[in-house]
């Protein structure tokens, strides 16, 4: 996934365009980085994404602010709601009654941008996808075993949890997202060695064929009982 301050310039930009308030900083200015800066902030704080950044900017279409320093304020605001509505649906263990729906539903999730699925790393991650670690044989013996570094998880969105729904018997051998957010699981989930973005080079969070294969290769490798 882009760093936020790959992208932050074009969404500004798209956003200004879409609600073009007279109080705008020229662009290029010095004023204008000053502004720039807080949104960059705000962003990385919030480990926000463009797709969700863009996502709030269309939903205050319909009570658009009336001054540029609203606009902040009501782009994060919209964020949290959309993050909120996501964690409470998945909660109180509502299934969708079709993956179409649950699909729909989770579209604008803050987690895995509408896949189901979010990336979690292994605590001792270091770019690598196999880690190679000390663990006690048949024998009690410590023997060094490749084990999965980073893994697909069931999002807690819809999506996420419908897919969780119908995998069944092999739902304890793939994590969960709200087990990791909830301090469960030995799982991260954001990427140790980039606490901005979160993610690893060649995979994103919103790639499912991706995120399925790192499932196959997971469960293929025994799931959590690698820890």
């Given at each position: 996934?882009?760093?936020?301050?790959?992208?932050?310039?074009?969404?500004?930009?798209?956003?200004?365009?879409?609600?073009?308030?007279?109080?705008?900083?020229?662009?290029?200015?010095?004023?204008?980085?000053?502004?720039?800066?807080?949104?960059?902030?705000?962003?990385?704080?919030?480990?926000?994404?463009?797709?969700?950044?863009?996502?709030?900017?269309?939903?205050?279409?319909?009570?658009?602010?009336?001054?540029?320093?609203?606009?902040?304020?009501?782009?994060?605001?919209?964020?949290?709601?959309?993050?909120?509505?996501?964690?409470?649906q998945a909660g109180h263990g509502v299934i969708a009654d079709s993956i179409e729906t649950a699909r729909v539903q989770?579209?604008?999730?803050?987690?895995?941008?509408?896949?189901?699925?979010?990336?979690?790393?292994?605590?001792?991650?270091?770019?690598?996808?196999?880690?190679?670690?000390?663990?006690?044989?048949?024998?009690?013996?410590?023997?060094?075993?490749?084990?999965?570094?980073?893994?697909?998880?069931?999002?807690?969105?819809?999506?996420?949890?419908?897919?969780?729904?119908?995998?069944?018997?092999?739902?304890?051998?793939?994590?969960?997202?709200?087990?990791?957010?909830?301090?469960?699981?030995?799982?991260?989930?954001?990427?140790?060695?980039?606490?901005?973005?979160?993610?690893?080079?060649?995979?994103?969070?919103?790639?499912?064929?991706?995120?399925?294969?790192?499932?196959?290769?997971?469960?293929?490798?025994?799931?959590?009982?690698?820890?």
């Open positions: 996934m882009a760093k936020v301050r790959d992208w932050l310039d074009d969404f500004l930009e798209r956003h200004r365009r879409r609600f073009n308030p007279f109080d705008w900083p020229e662009p290029g200015s010095d004023e204008n980085a000053d502004y720039a800066r807080m949104w960059l902030d705000a962003f990385v704080r919030d480990k926000v994404r463009e797709q969700e950044a863009d996502a709030a900017s269309v939903r205050l279409g319909q009570t658009p602010p009336n001054w540029r320093n609203d606009h902040l304020p009501a782009v994060m605001a919209e964020i949290k709601a959309m993050r909120e509505a996501s964690t409470a989770s579209r604008h999730c803050g987690w895995c941008n509408g896949s189901g699925l979010r990336t979690v790393f292994h605590p001792r991650y270091d770019g690598s996808g196999i880690l190679m670690l000390e663990r006690e044989d048949d024998r009690g013996e410590l023997r060094k075993r490749p084990t999965a570094a980073r893994v697909a998880a069931h999002c807690i969105c819809p999506l996420g949890q419908y897919m969780r729904a119908k995998v069944g018997d092999d739902n304890a051998r793939i994590p969960e997202l709200r087990r990791v957010l909830d301090g469960r699981s030995l799982w991260m989930a954001h990427d140790p060695t980039r606490p901005e973005d979160g993610m690893v080079p060649g995979m994103t969070e919103a790639d499912p064929r991706a995120a399925r294969e790192q499932v196959v290769e997971w469960i293929g490798g025994g799931g959590e009982k690698a820890f």
